[in-house]
Nanobody, 121 residues
Framework: QAHLVESGGGLVQTGGSLRLSCAASLRTFSRYAMGWFRQAPGKEREFVAGISWRTANIYYGDSVKGRFTMSRDDAKNTVYLQMNSLKAEDTAVYYC??????????????WGQGTQVTVSS
């Protein structure tokens, strides 16, 4: 059973930055597509960013393009989400996800427990 553990969430003011981390206990981490999703109260889960292990391409949701940067460190079995120019509407619980196929990330095999990000105006 794999485990994904997110960290780095917290309270930040509008315009500030946070970096989220997701440590994964996956034996073949480098062969997994990884993604970040978020869910705000009363809203559906939203795709934030994802990285394909096959192509190393990184994709972003429209609402975070140009502000968020996703990266992965296969040596540390960890992915990161650098969030800059944060807005109040970025407030949500952020989840890390892993699946062997990038196209399956929205219904990924493995999910973390989530980390709360709150942006105060």
């Amino acid at each position: 059973q794999a485990h994904l553990v997110e960290s780095g969430g917290g309270l930040v003011q509008t315009g500030g930055s946070l970096r989220l981390s997701c440590a994964a206990s996956l034996r073949t981490f480098s062969r997994y597509a990884m993604g970040w999703f978020r869910q705000a109260p009363g809203k559906e889960r939203e795709f934030v960013a994802g990285i394909s292990w096959r192509t190393a391409n990184i994709y972003y949701g429209d609402s975070v393009k140009g502000r968020f940067t996703m990266s992965r460190d296969d040596a540390k079995n960890t992915v990161y989400l650098q969030m800059n120019s944060l807005k109040a509407e970025d407030t949500a619980v952020y989840y890390c996800a892993a699946d062997s196929a990038y196209n399956n990330l929205k219904s990924a095999e493995f999910w973390g427990q989530g980390t709360q990000v709150t942006v105060s105006s």
